[in-house]
């Protein structure tokens, strides 16, 4: 059965420093997401990325993230410049057409570490 | 806004008995309602959704919820729970005109032997 895969499972990074969180989406699926949950808390949305450009995003998702869709098969998300309120499990999600299915299907996460 | 209620952080059953988790949400129109589950170092995998049509929706694992719009709910059931059962559960809320999922704070199961 085809998955969402997410690389790396854990990175650790110092605060200040760039981070790219790395996603490949279902091979046919064309509407990509990233959640995240930091610690405790709820599973929040970030982003939606349809056609090449962001649909749509959070107050969460300010100028420091930004999303590419490089290659046609992987989906990052890059963080320009870490805060310690960063850490958190960052999951990608995809959907082969969202306003049919109404389904998204999420990755196993990345846990990003800063310290 | 949208927004999602799960009342019970954790829940522990014994193997065989019924489970019920519990979802109530806030929002103006018909919603679109989603059960997710979450096992350890595993993604959030779908168990169910509903967008229309009949108010009670099976979904995979035997898992069953019935979309209540009187009492805003969308509470998850299985009649007989089994060990591998135990993960975390989250409610999310959609909605027509947007692609975003409203989560839950989740559920806790716990199923002992």
């Known amino acids: 059965e085809p998955e969402v895969t997410q690389t790396p499972s854990h990175q650790v990074t110092q605060m200040g420093q760039e981070v790219i969180l790395r996603c490949v989406p279902i091979?046919?699926?064309?509407?990509f997401y990233w959640y995240r949950q930091i610690l405790g808390q709820k599973v929040e949305f970030l982003v939606s990325?349809?056609?090449?450009?962001?649909?749509?995003k959070s107050e969460i998702f300010d100028d420091q993230f930004s999303v590419e869709r490089p290659d046609g098969s992987n989906f990052t998300l890059k963080i320009r410049s870490t805060k310690l309120e960063d850490s958190a499990m960052y999951f990608c999600?995809?959907?082969?057409?969202?306003?049919?299915?109404?389904?998204?299907?999420f990755g196993p996460g990345t846990r990003l570490t800063v310290t | 806004a949208q927004s999602v209620t799960q009342p019970d952080i954790h829940i522990t059953v014994s193997e065989g008995a019924s489970l019920e988790l519990r979802c109530n949400y806030s929002y103006g129109a018909t919603p679109y309602l989603f059960w997710y589950v979450q096992s350890p170092g595993q993604g959030l995998q779908l168990l169910l959704k509903y967008f229309s049509g009949d108010t009670l929706v099976q979904g995979i694992k035997g898992f069953e919820a019935e979309f209540k719009r009187s009492q805003s709910s969308f509470n998850l059931r299985k009649p007989s729970v089994h060990w591998s059962d135990a993960a975390e559960y989250f409610c999310?809320?959609?909605?027509?005109?947007?692609?975003?999922?409203?989560f839950g704070t989740g559920t806790r199961l716990q199923v002992f032997p």
């Open positions: 091979s046919n699926h064309l509407y």
């Open positions: 999310a809320v959609g909605a027509p005109d947007t692609d975003k999922l409203i």
């Open positions: 990325f349809y056609n090449n450009e962001i649909s749509e």
């Open positions: 999600a995809s959907s082969e057409d969202w306003e049919i299915s109404y389904e998204q299907y």
